[in-house]
Every structure is written in C-alpha cells, then in structure tokens.
C-alpha cells in the first residue's frame, strides 16, 4: 500500500511557480512530522523542508529558503510544497515522506532515517 502520493509536478519555467501535494492513507497523518526531499540525476536525495506533525514551525534548506513554503492540512491528509521563482537547479523528483516523531535536534529532520514512509515521488522539470 502507497501510504503517500506525490501529485503536481511538470514542466516549468525558470522564474515560474509549482504547488506540490502529498496525499497520506492508511496513517494518522497527523501523528506524522512531515518532509519533503528531492533527488536530481546523478546527484543524491536531499533534504528540501520539513514541518512538525501539528503544523507550526518549519524547517528548510538553505537553497530554498524564502522560495519554497511547506505546509499542510491534517483534514485533508495533506502535505504541500508551494515553489516560486524556480531554477533550473531545482529540477528533481520531489518525495514526500511521513516522521513518526519529531526531530530531537535542529537537524535531525534532514536525516532519511527519520522518516517511516516515503512517496514515489514526482518529477520537477525547470526549462532555463
């Protein structure tokens, strides 16, 4: 069972906006801190950003600080990534994926092994 489904991803160009959705099944979701990561060709998965299971604070990447906004709605289930002025540096399959407690540290939430569940993913084209 695909406990978490990717939607929105495509072709964008540079400059251009995406929204992300995440739809959670057969979890609590609101139990779950949630992240997104991504993973270009070649390159390996990286953290993009994280939000604690009730919401409020957030953590991001560096690389997409002040561009990319996390957030969700525990009465849909769902996890969203809202990207602005993307770059071509930002194409990558975007994953979503489900903490079953928060981070203990300030970084914890960028580590892989937090997570319990993981979506397929859903790709992110950014034309130059």
């Known amino acids: 069972q695909d406990h978490l489904v990717e939607s929105g991803g495509g072709l964008v160009q540079a400059g251009g906006s995406l929204k992300l959705s995440c739809a959670a099944s057969g979890i609590t979701f609101s139990n779950y801190g949630m992240g997104w990561f991504r993973q270009a060709p070649g390159k390996e998965r990286e953290f993009v950003a994280y939000m604690r299971r009730l919401g409020g604070n957030t953590y991001y990447a560096d690389s997409v600080k002040g561009r990319f906004t996390i957030s969700r709605d525990n009465a849909k289930d769902t996890l969203y990534l809202q990207m602005i002025s993307l770059k071509p540096e930002d194409a990558a399959v975007y994953y979503c994926?489900?903490?079953?407690?928060?981070?203990?540290?300030?970084?914890?939430?960028?580590?892989?092994?937090?997570?319990?569940?993981w979506g397929r993913g859903t790709r992110v084209t950014v034309s130059s």
């Open positions: 994926a489900a903490a079953p407690r928060d981070p203990h540290s300030d970084y914890e939430q960028t580590d892989g092994n937090l997570y319990a569940y």
